[in-house]
């Protein structure tokens, strides 16, 4: 069973994560900010990964560090429960539309941690959340599960639905590159041999 867990403690933020990589996209996410709850729900229900989050953070200064560690603490897990990655299919993309909105989002489980981020919001927040706090989601979940991500926004209006179109996106592209290929026996899908560091 690909199943991790992962905890983080600072003087900001105290998370605890648990993932399975195997699941039916059961989800169990309380970080405090509503929104983020939101998106992360809709990370496990597309993804079939299930996910388990509980945070405490220092949401009276703001949202940045719980958003941010957050996205560090579901990567380390992800990372983890993959091991050696051996036998996964490694690439993964997806093409969402929600509405008015479509963005693209493409992922390789490599670990070399890389985020190309082509997004653009109209607003600075989204309720009581920065909209720029979505990058940095982005980046503390590729940086922290070592894989290389490529997020683009083709065309959209409304916030709400570019930010969540760019969750569904990784959950269908990350659905996809971390599936076992029973054709490849086992074997790391790299011609290294290896995709540690």
Same mark, same amino acid.
């Given at each position: ?31 405090? !900010?509503? $929104? ?15 996910? &388990? ?7 009276? =200064? ?33 093409? !969402? /539309? ?11 489980? &490599? +670990?070399? /941690? ?5 997004? +653009?919001? &109209? ?10 706090? $979505?990058? %940095? ?6 940086? &922290? ?7 683009? +926004?083709?065309?959209? %209006?409304? +916030? ?6 760019? $969750? ?9 590159? =971390? ?19």
């Amino acid at each position: 069973m690909r199943i991790a867990t992962v905890e983080r403690k600072t003087k900001e933020t105290k998370i605890k994560g648990r993932v399975a990589l195997d699941g039916t996209g059961a989800s169990e996410i309380s970080t405090g !900010i509503g $929104f983020l709850d939101h998106m992360l729900d809709q990370l496990a229900k597309h993804s079939l990964i299930d996910i &388990s989050v509980q945070a405490k953070g220092d949401l009276h =200064i703001d949202f940045h560090h719980t958003t941010e560690d957050t996205g560090y603490v579901i990567g380390a897990a992800v990372a983890k429960a993959l091991g050696d990655r051996a036998g996964i299919q490694r690439y993964g993309s997806a093409m !969402i /539309p929600f509405d008015e909105t479509l963005t693209r989002v493409s992922v390789d489980v &490599s +670990n070399r /941690p890389y985020l190309v981020w082509k997004v +653009n919001f &109209s607003q600075p927040k989204l309720g009581e959340m920065d909209t720029e706090l $979505f990058k %940095e989601w982005f980046q503390a979940f590729a940086q &922290s599960a070592g894989v290389t991500l490529h997020v683009e +926004n083709l065309y959209g %209006e409304n +916030n709400h639905h570019i930010v969540e179109s760019c $969750f569904k996106g990784l959950a269908r592209a990350l659905r996809h590159a =971390i599936e076992i290929d029973p054709r490849r026996a086992g074997a790391v899908p790299s011609t290294k041999g290896t995709l540690s560091v």
